[in-house]
């Protein structure tokens, strides 16, 4: 089958396992989710087959937390695949019911008329536009009981946020050049791949920036091969990042922002928050 490098596509999926520190849910934020959860348990006196919990997309942090706290998992993800694939990281399976569609489009027949304690999206903002952000709350309002926590963890920016990948790999090493590379510098390649007036970036110029950094001796051979696992090569996938305060402002379109979460690992360093969303009285 020829791969499609545009889309989040069975072959990519392949290289999740890759992906850990800030890609990943950290410990932290599990755990701050886990007491929202148990707040919800509490709410129906201990009954947990009452919580409604649904995740957008196959994340398998958030599908084993359901399986540990013995609740239903939901999950909305636009390929089976990736959620059957994904199933191999969740060590404490819950019961789970798939749902196939796209969070931009209509609300599938499935989940129409269901409505949800606790909505969790992983990076979602970050695989779709700024335009789309609307769209995608409004089908999560939907979607959310009126006393339910909508939970995005998003990669921001900071306004007029500007950083080169020399300037990160300099930082990296006086730091200690801790491992994996990805989790303490990855963000940074992130942003130093940024052009100028552009509001994405697509993997494949981080790949490039890897590959100049190599050749001018800043990245060592072992650290390309590690970054090499996490497929951006030829990938036209492309991430974004909305500005802190501009996130912040979409979201309030569409919801009150009831608290904002930071994961307190050293690598999160206030960059990668967790908001809990509300439903406008």
């Not at 919580?51 to 998992?73: A, D, H, M, Q, W």
């Not at 636009?78 to 819950?94: G, I, Q, S, T």
């Not at 800043?218 to 970054?227: N, W, Y």
Request: overall charge neutral; aromatic content about 14%; some cysteine.
């Amino acid at each position: 089958m020829e791969e499609n490098k545009g889309d989040w596509n069975d072959e990519f999926v392949h290289h999740w396992k890759y992906y850990r520190g800030h890609a990943r849910a950290s410990p932290s934020d599990l755990e701050f989710i886990k007491k929202k959860v148990l707040e919800k348990i509490e709410k129906y006196n201990g009954d947990k087959s009452k919580v409604k919990f649904l995740v957008l997309g196959s994340t398998p942090e958030y599908r084993n937390l359901c399986g540990e706290l013995g609740i239903t998992c939901y999950c909305f993800d636009f390929k089976k695949y990736n959620f059957d694939y994904l199933a191999e990281e969740v060590k404490n399976k819950p019961k789970e019911i798939f749902t196939q569609g796209n969070w931009l489009e209509s609300i599938p027949a499935e989940l129409a008329n269901e409505k949800f304690d606790i909505i969790l999206g992983d990076c979602i903002p970050n695989i779709i536009m700024p335009e789309d952000f609307q769209k995608l709350f409004e089908n999560v309002f939907k979607l959310l009981k009126q006393d339910g926590f909508f939970m995005p963890r998003t990669y921001i920016k900071e306004k007029n946020e500007k950083l080169t990948s020399e300037e990160a790999i300099k930082k990296y090493r006086e730091e200690g050049s801790k491992k994996p590379v990805y989790t303490w510098v990855g963000r940074e390649l992130y942003v130093s791949s940024y052009k100028e007036g552009k509001d994405r970036i697509i993997l494949k110029e981080i790949w490039d920036e890897i590959i100049r950094l190599h050749e001018n001796n800043l990245l060592t051979k072992d650290e390309v091969d590690e970054l090499n696992q996490m497929s951006y090569k030829n990938r036209n996938l492309f991430f974004s990042m909305p500005i802190r305060e501009e996130f912040d402002e979409s979201i309030k379109k569409v919801f009150d922002i009831k608290e904002i979460f930071f994961a307190t690992e050293p690598y999160s360093k206030k960059l990668y928050p967790l908001h809990v969303c509300i439903k406008k009285k």
